[in-house]
Nanobody
């Protein structure tokens, strides 16, 4: 069983930055495709960013492209989401997700992910 634990959520002002981390248990992290999703107040959960297994192709939602960067450190079993130029509309609970996959591309559909973290709150104020 894979466990995902997110951290790094906080309250920041618009224009600020945060880095979210997602630590995964288990020895096969490098075989996972990883994704970040978020659910804002009164909204459905939506795709934010994803990274394939090695060599780590990345993909982003249009709303965060150019501001957020997803990366992974297989030696630390961790995936990161660097968030810059934060906006109030980025306020949400951010979830990390994982799936064992040989697919070389980006997995955008949350239904394809097998494992989920508990979420970390990001609040951006004006």
């Amino acid at each position: 069983q894979v466990q995902l634990v997110e951290s790094g959520g906080d309250s920041v002002q618009a224009g600020g930055s945060l880095r979210l981390s997602c630590a995964a248990s288990g020895p096969t992290f490098s075989s996972f495709a990883m994704g970040w999703f978020r659910q804002g107040p009164g909204k459905q959960r939506e795709f934010v960013a994803a990274i394939s297994r090695n060599p780590g192709r990345t993909g982003y939602a249009d709303s965060v492209k150019g501001r957020f960067t997803i990366s992974r450190d297989n030696a630390k079993n961790t995936v990161y989401l660097q968030m810059n130029s934060l906006k109030p509309e980025d306020t949400a609970v951010y979830y990390c997700a994982a799936v064992v996959s040989d697919y070389p591309g980006i997995i955008y559909n949350q239904r394809q992910y097998s494992y989920w973290g508990q979420g970390t709150q990001v609040t951006v104020s004006t």
